[in-house]
């Protein structure tokens, strides 16, 4: 129905990532929402590192170890709070956001007034003797390796363990979902080279071209365009980067890419596509996401 009432003119609804039919499975297994707000995405990795603590102290324990659960103030900013490509004012400012990171400016800052949390494990194990400190650490990380071999979170002590026993709820490092999941990913890392796209990519290039930037096959190589230009600057050659320069040109790049987007109505075309080809991927494999779900159903009880 959504699909059937998305369009360009008059009150139309308007696609947004939020409609994906395939995130919004994914979304069912668990985990964060699609469209998850800044201080939902902390919360939910704080609470993973919270329940992290809390598995090392029980393992330390278990060895005869007092280990104090610490942390838990996990700082993360939400992408879609920072990168703003189809708001005009973003793109004047920022282009591509390549050479002036919209990062920095979301960076936390830190009141130089506050104290730092002193790390009550540190002071546990200076009150200890040599030998405990040692086998604090082997229980806690392991045997100290310079082995070059696969991690293996069972040479990795509290730590590797409780990292395992997480990832063990996450149907994403599920063996039995291994054939699923890689199919997933492949969907994702393919999908803009799938010939339903071929009409929209030739319809912005066009208009690039008539904007005097030819030379273009599909939106995501004008972005590339400018890390190529940045990349090519090579300091330790004894070059400095004309920054001033490279950030005009990406600027003017990225005003005229988002013109030919809104007047090939590029955003709402693309999205429609997309959805229509996850439609066809669930379709395609319907067995495998629904014993993908089953087994994440178990996984949380």
Known sequence: MLAGCSGTGGDAVKLTEVDSPLSAFLSSLGGLALDATSEQTQEFYAEQERKRQNLIATCMAEQGFDYFPVGGDVVVTNSRDVDRPDDRGWVEKYGYGIVNS???????????????????????????????????????????????????????????WALHELQAANPWEQAENRRIVEATRAFYTTVLDDPAFTELHADWANCMAEAGHGGFTRQSDAEASTRELVGKQNPDAGETPDLATITAKEVALALVDLGCREQTDYRQRHLQTQFDLERQFIADHQEELDALKARAGQARR
């Open 102 to 160: 919209p990062w920095q400016d979301a960076a936390p800052t830190t009141d130089p007034g506050s104290s730092e949390q002193v790390d009550p494990n540190s002071q546990h194990v200076e009150s200890l003797t040599d030998p405990e400190q040692q086998a604090y650490s082997r229980a806690l990380l392991g045997e100290p390796s310079d082995s070059e071999e696969e991690w293996d979170w069972r040479d990795h002590g509290c730590d590797g």
